[in-house]
């Protein structure tokens, strides 16, 4: 049992143990920080400089970096195509999960354990390299192949950690909620659409943020199915293009810049879903 002082508070903990916890927060932060600086400061150098000096500050601040990196990988296109496939993944995924743990958790049909257990497996297999060939025929058969709505499609299907998220926070909302709208005359689908998506909110909000910067960081299917026709490609594979230049000379200040703006849209994203990340650690507290 903790001892209080004068004031009524817990007294603070042994300071060997606190400075301990410190000193591990601290080194923590700075292995997450420094590749993120040094990479941001290495966006501003020459690629001279970053080949051979190894200096972390740049002696000469290379703002032009930026502007040939937006140049050099076709930036508003290749950050069109991503945003696009990222807002349509993010919204179909989010519609698919909602709707899936709806009927999971609040109606009683034959094959549900199958259902649930069926999802959870899915968490184990790596969707990588391996599936790839059935999914790029599977689009073939669709005629999507070359296009953006088959990768949308694969990666919408990839949803199961999602649903998860909301299928536990779904099991916090009460069932009387349901019933009261029940006896007003409301379907499933207006209780699912007036009152169960509005109590999901916080969840939504964190598994859009999730979804959306896995599919921003999506790389592998993008370049397979915009092979044929690169004004579809997203930016994770126009980055790419700037390791080499023109002359096979390696560029990699203007990977760092390219690598820094494409970081950008995921910041904005994170800040967006801050207050949903608020709520969902203030309800898990509560719980």
């Known amino acids: 049992m903790r001892t209080r002082n004068s004031s009524g508070r817990p007294a603070a903990g042994p300071w060997p143990g606190r400075l301990l916890l410190g000193l591990f927060l601290l080194v923590t932060a700075v292995l997450i920080l420094f590749p993120l600086v040094a990479a941001f400061l290495g966006?501003?150098?020459?690629?001279?400089?970053?080949?051979?000096?190894?200096?972390?500050?740049?002696?000469?601040?290379?703002?032009?970096?930026?502007k040939e990196a937006w140049v050099q990988a076709n930036f508003s296109r290749f950050a069109w195509?991503?945003?696009?496939?990222?807002?349509?993944?993010?919204?179909?995924?989010?519609?698919?999960?909602?709707?899936?743990?709806?009927?999971?958790?609040?109606?009683?049909?034959?094959?549900?354990?199958?259902?649930?257990g069926l999802q959870a497996s899915t968490m184990?297999?790596?969707?990588?390299?391996?599936?790839?060939r059935p999914q790029f025929q599977l689009m073939v058969d669709l005629n999507l192949n070359t296009s953006l709505w088959g990768v949308i499609l694969i990666l919408i299907s990839s949803h199961a950690y999602i649903f998860f998220i909301l299928l536990s926070f779904l099991q916090g909302i009460s069932r009387?909620?349901?019933?009261?709208?029940?006896?007003?005359?409301c379907?499933?689908?207006?209780?699912?659409?007036?009152?169960?998506?509005?109590?999901?909110?916080?969840?939504?909000?964190?598994?859009a943020l999730f979804t959306f910067c896995g599919a921003?960081?999506?790389y592998l299917?993008?370049?397979?199915?915009?092979?044929?026709?690169?004004?579809?490609?997203?930016?994770?594979?126009?980055?790419?293009?700037?390791?080499?230049?023109?002359s096979?000379?390696?560029?990699?200040?203007?990977?760092?810049?390219?690598?820094?703006?494409?970081?950008?849209?995921?910041?904005?994203?994170?800040?967006?879903?801050?207050?949903?990340?608020?709520?969902?650690?203030?309800?898990s507290l509560k719980g």
């Open 221 to 246: 299917r993008p370049l397979v199915f915009t092979l044929n026709n690169p004004n579809l490609q997203t930016l994770t594979v126009g980055l790419s293009y700037l390791r080499y230049g023109s």
């Open 248 to 283: 096979a000379a390696v560029q990699t200040h203007y990977l760092l810049a390219g690598a820094c703006l494409s970081i950008l849209p995921l910041l904005a994203a994170y800040l967006v879903a801050n207050k949903s990340f608020m709520q969902m650690t203030a309800g």
């Open 176 to 185: 009387e909620l349901d019933e009261a709208a029940r006896i007003d005359g």
């Open 81 to 116: 195509n991503s945003l696009f496939v990222s807002a349509a993944t993010t919204v179909g995924t989010l519609i698919v999960a909602s709707m899936a743990a709806y009927v999971v958790e609040r109606m009683k049909f034959p094959g549900k354990a199958l259902f649930v």
């Open 124 to 132: 184990f297999v790596a969707i990588g390299a391996v599936v790839l």
């Open 216 to 218: 921003w960081n999506e």
């Open 43 to 66: 966006s501003f150098m020459t690629n001279a400089e970053i080949a051979a000096d190894g200096k972390l500050v740049p002696s000469v601040w290379q703002f032009a970096n930026y």
């Open 187 to 207: 379907s499933s689908a207006g209780i699912y659409w007036r009152i169960v998506l509005p109590l999901l909110r916080p969840a939504l909000g964190v598994g």
